[in-house]
């Protein structure tokens, strides 16, 4: 059926067209259904949504994913993907070989999918699992679908976090660490989903986040490293789209997991690469022996792959550094850049930096390039790489004013500080969005306090957002305080 | 955040707001989340996506499914709703109680679930299944989540058959010869989803079939029984919305697929119901011993919502009747009434006929009402309540006058005829929205036919259609022939 373009101004995350009722019944399509839309540059496949009076008979309204598609155009209804049969397939609990794996990914990246089946994707994998050599096709899979940065080096340094975990800052301070023994680290982050603030919330603070692909290569050369959201570099955008299906359902399957954390690493041209796996109360590996069981099989697809890769297990029972926010976890990198900070935080950014100098076979020492404000130069040059001012100050970070310090109800010994909650406090004060909210912690797990000193203050930039933060603080215990006696009776 | 409504003419299938980007950003929320619209009627949950133009700051724009929501609104992010824990722990294998299953129903029903959701939530269902348990608790949440007739009588007989052959038009034939024998029969049916005709497209042939509940009322007790489209009455929502999760990607479980049939019996108002179960190669159901073992089940189930059953497996490895598509399948169905028409569709209406009034014990012969054209009478009754011709012939039935006859090509006995072959190309040539489109079979399995002797005739109302219909039946074959010495060889 020939009909006539008509762009109409709705950002829906899928590639949607508008078609009149009168020519959807002539089409037989029904809403959510898929069709062919040949224009003069190719042919795109779009998801119908019906309308009587934004586009009259005769026209298809195309909807801002579809901006470069004019003129007369041929629609049609467009097959069930291939890749439906491969989810089928995987629902019954049959492996996918590395061809169907590439039809699934093809067909996830390029919108072919409606989301029930998005959503039947990620069941099927989180319900039957991937067995290692699925995981294997995946990453491979994954990897070859977005675009690819080669570098023109021998060495390219990169690390990761499975996250789970408040604050746990480090990358700020390891990449410029790393950056400043004379590798190159093209580090691309996340922005927050569920936390207070991702890497790439906490760094532009600093600086800009959001460049191309040439934009980073740019940077990269200039300062040896780069920060930057890796939502705009597009390295993964079939990534992007599978954890959109399994954000909502909270579904973090340790197959899709690793394919999608290497085939990140291997899109991005890195060579060796750190992964810290925090576990423990609260994080996304509860075990030690789960989390060994995960990096055996890390290791074993990097392998795959043709990438060298170390698993740091860490310590994830409660948050690292002190401060979670945008501005507050500013504040502790700063501090750590300067030679002090928070001991946990400055501790295993120096751990996992030793842990890649030792895997790229550099001989350095991430104390001294600490100490001896290596590591602070370099990333100064990279905040001005990134289009920031090299010379920021603690000072410069503004946090919330409006605050709320939260006392300990008796005296005694921390025994846990809740990642989740943590969170969600600080979400509740504003962050990531306000960059100055957020929560500062006063303790640690292990630390004795007396009744009425001070656990944490909770920052907000609007009054009515501290509030908000605050109901949540009274409803729930963020850090719990036990007596000695309560201890003693845990102990049995 | 305080919102005027501005109604937007999109007929999406979820209830979709826009939001301008800028009061998205203050809200936080992102393309597909969800939202609390607190209007003068009530709380609305609603689905998010972004514009720029289309409505400006401090407008939300709302999509038709929202029309009754007016004036200015209260818009809060939603929390995520409780049943996505549950869909969780389904993919987690653990079993739901009647509490959870009824939160599921309940958030389907208000539309609380993303499609991503949905689609895990069939997922799961298909690939952990449902215990007899968890398809009662199932049966009696969907049961309870629609509208619910109840009759003034102690007998209200209905029938349903689980689908998957071509033509089979058993329907408008049983419900008129039950209805002559005295018992009430409101029976709604579905139109086609992926078949050429659903019983209420063939049933438009002769009247209306969109109907609300109380006009449902009305024509039943005007004709003691209906045959009308369930979409219109509303009866189960909720089934409905599973069901579009389910086809895209033809998942069809068994424990979901007995709730759906069940409640929407026990909805209806039924007390006695005969089910029938087609099995063979290309039916839904494969073997004899899985027919058996699901009409246990149903019976199971049945029994405990209060629901006497009958299941009759028949075969269902070819099309029943002559015809396939509405206009053809009602000649069929009219020539069954004045006790003609195909031998296999007059059978199988009789038997299962039988098998009701047994059921239902009234001492009643469906052969004898047949032939005594009772049946016939009751069915013009029906039709005239429905607002059609209650004396409509069959050469009122025009059929697509564009025709292609296709030719044995040897000598042999009809092997197979292929029950989703004949649908495709019945639906390519027109069927189900040009009623008079489909497929006229000449022949049935077992038949001897000489080459060059018709097998089926393809009608059209459109040439082009019937191009379109040809070209499939060239690529395929819908009717198999096998010689004689073939044959021998197939014995091995």
Redesign the interface.
């Given at each position: 059926m020939q009909l006539d373009v008509e762009p109409?101004?709705?950002?829906?995350?899928s590639p949607t067209v508008?078609l009149n009722?009168a020519d959807a019944?002539e089409l037989?399509a029904h809403?959510?259904d898929r069709v062919h839309v040949e224009h003069a540059g190719g042919t795109t496949v779009a998801i119908v949504?019906?309308?009587?009076?934004?586009v009259a008979p005769g026209v298809i309204g195309t909807t801002r994913r579809l901006a470069s598609v004019r003129g007369t155009v041929e629609v049609s209804l467009a097959p069930?993907p291939a890749s439906?049969r491969y989810?089928?397939k995987k629902?019954d609990?049959i492996e996918l070989d590395a061809r169907e794996f590439g039809r699934v990914v093809d067909d996830i990246t390029e919108d072919r999918l409606?989301?029930?089946?998005?959503?039947?994707y990620?069941?099927?994998v989180?319900?039957?699992g991937l067995s290692l050599q699925e995981t294997m096709h995946l990453t491979e899979c994954m990897a070859d679908a977005g675009e690819v940065i080669s570098w023109d080096r021998d060495v390219v340094a990169d690390k990761h976090s499975i996250g789970g975990v408040a604050g746990n800052r480090v990358t700020p301070v390891l990449v410029p660490l790393v950056a400043a023994a004379g590798l190159t680290v093209p580090k691309t982050s996340s922005r927050a989903v569920t936390s207070a603030a991702g890497t790439a919330d906490t760094m532009e603070v600093f600086c800009d986040v959001a460049f191309s692909r040439e934009e980073v290569e740019e940077i990269v050369e200039e300062a040896g490293a780069c920060i930057v959201w890796g939502g705009a570099v597009n390295l993964s955008p079939v990534d992007d789209k599978i954890i959109?299906?399994e954000t909502?359902?909270?579904?973090d399957p340790p197959g899709q997991l690793i394919a999608s954390v290497l085939s990140k690493k291997k899109s991005a041209g890195s060579t060796h690469v750190v992964i810290d796996i925090p576990y423990g109360e609260g994080a996304k590996v509860e075990s030690l022996a789960e989390a060994r069981e995960f990096a055996v099989d890390v290791r074993r697809v990097a392998e795959h792959i043709g990438l060298t890769v170390e698993c740091a297990i860490t310590r994830g029972s409660q948050p690292i550094g002190r401060g979670v926010g945008p501005a507050l976890e500013a504040r502790d990198v700063l501090a750590t850049l300067d030679g002090a900070g928070p001991a946990d935080l400055r501790l295993k950014s120096v751990r996992l930096a030793d842990l890649l100098f030792e895997s790229c076979g550099v001989d350095a020492d991430a104390t001294d390039l600490l100490d001896s404000g290596a590591a602070r130069e370099r990333f100064g040059a990279i905040v001005a790489a990134q289009g920031g001012d090299p010379d920021v100050s603690p000072g410069d970070l503004s946090v919330g004013r409006h605050t709320r310090v939260v006392h300990a109800d008796r005296a005694g010994v921390v025994t846990h500080v809740d990642n989740r909650l943590v969170n969600d406090i600080a979400r509740r004060a504003g962050a990531p969005?306000d960059t100055g909210a957020g929560i500062d912690l006063h303790c640690r797990v292990g630390d004795a306090v007396e009744a009425g000193e001070p656990l944490f203050t909770v920052h907000a930039e609007v009054p009515a957002k501290l509030d908000d933060a605050g109901s949540l603080v009274d409803g729930s215990e963020a850090v719990r305080v036990r007596g000695a006696q309560e201890t003693l009776v845990e102990r049995v």
């Open positions: 109409v101004d709705i950002a829906s995350r508008l009722e019944a037989g809403p959510l949504e019906l309308t009587d009076e934004l069930t439906v989810i089928r629902l609990d409606a989301d029930v089946e998005l959503g039947a990620v069941a099927a989180y319900a039957n959109r299906a909502p359902l909270s579904l969005k």
